[in-house]
Antibody, heavy 119, light 112 residues
Framework: EVQVEESGGGLVQPGGSLRLSCAVT????????MDWVRQAPVRGLEWLGR??????????EYAPSVKGRFTISRDDLKNSLYLQMNSLDTDDTALYFC??????????WGQGSLVTVSS | DVVMTQSPLSLPVTLGQPASISCRSS???????????FNWFHQRPGQSPRRLIY???NRDSGVPDRFSGSGSGTEFTLKISRVEAEDVGVYYC?????????FGGGTRVEIK
């Protein structure tokens, strides 16, 4: 059974930083691409970025709204995915999901980690 | 960015009756590799989204066969042959052909 568990969310002040982690089990993590997606009440589901596998040199893609502020990385030895978020703004308040790609995007989702940006 | 437009926004349905949701993309979703990376998701209240359909018409493991996806190019449809109570929630379409990946705004399905 695939299990995806995000952690690291919390309250952060505007302009601050936060690092989310995602642990994956029951899934050949190293073989697959991974995405981060967030969901805010007003804006619905928003794809943030992708990191490919070792075979694709761990290359990344980002949504324009987070490019230059967010960085996705992975540690295949730990079956873990990371999202480093800098220069956070109130618009970044959302539930952040770690999502595994198999047969295309969106195959496996965690329960999400809540990030609240507020002073 | 590819804009995904779903309709209707809200869909009241009768148990046991069919239901249909449409999604239109602002650009063709046919990838250069010949595949069309278009998915459907279902999200129940308080839960994470769950993928139902990938690459237009392929059901994910464990998805009941009352769900079917069809379409091509820029027009796609999700059909539920006979709605059950567990089908309530919000349905989202998503394209994964072009970056940035984008979602539709969602269709809320409720029982009449």
């Amino acid at each position: 059974e695939v299990q995806v568990e995000e952690s690291g969310g919390g309250l952060v002040q505007p302009g601050g930083s936060l690092r989310l982690s995602c642990a994956v089990t029951g899934f050949p993590f190293s073989a697959y691409y991974m995405d981060w997606v967030r969901q805010a009440p007003v804006r619905g589901l928003e794809w943030l970025g992708r990191i490919r596998n070792k075979g694709q040199s761990y290359t990344t893609e980002y949504a324009p709204s987070v490019k230059g502020r967010f960085t996705i990385s992975r540690d295949d030895l730990k079956n873990s995915l990371y999202l480093q978020m800098n220069s956070l703004d109130t618009d970044d308040t959302a539930l952040y999901f770690c999502v595994g790609d198999r047969d295309g995007a969106g195959a496996f989702w965690g329960q999400g980690s809540l990030v609240t940006v507020s002073s | 960015d590819v804009v995904m437009t779903q309709s209707p926004l809200s869909l009241p349905v009768t148990l046991g009756q069919p239901a249909s949701i449409s999604c239109r993309s602002s650009q063709s979703l046919v990838h250069s590799d010949g595949n069309t990376y278009f998915n459907w998701f279902h999200q129940r209240p308080g839960q994470s989204p769950r993928r139902l359909i990938y690459k237009v018409s392929n059901r994910d493991s464990g998805v009941p066969d009352r769900f079917s996806g069809s379409g091509s190019g820029t027009e796609f449809t999700l059909k539920i042959s006979r709605v059950e109570a567990e089908d309530v929630g919000v349905y989202y379409c998503m394209q994964a052909t072009l970056f940035p990946l984008t979602f539709g705004g969602g269709t809320r399905v409720e029982i009449k």
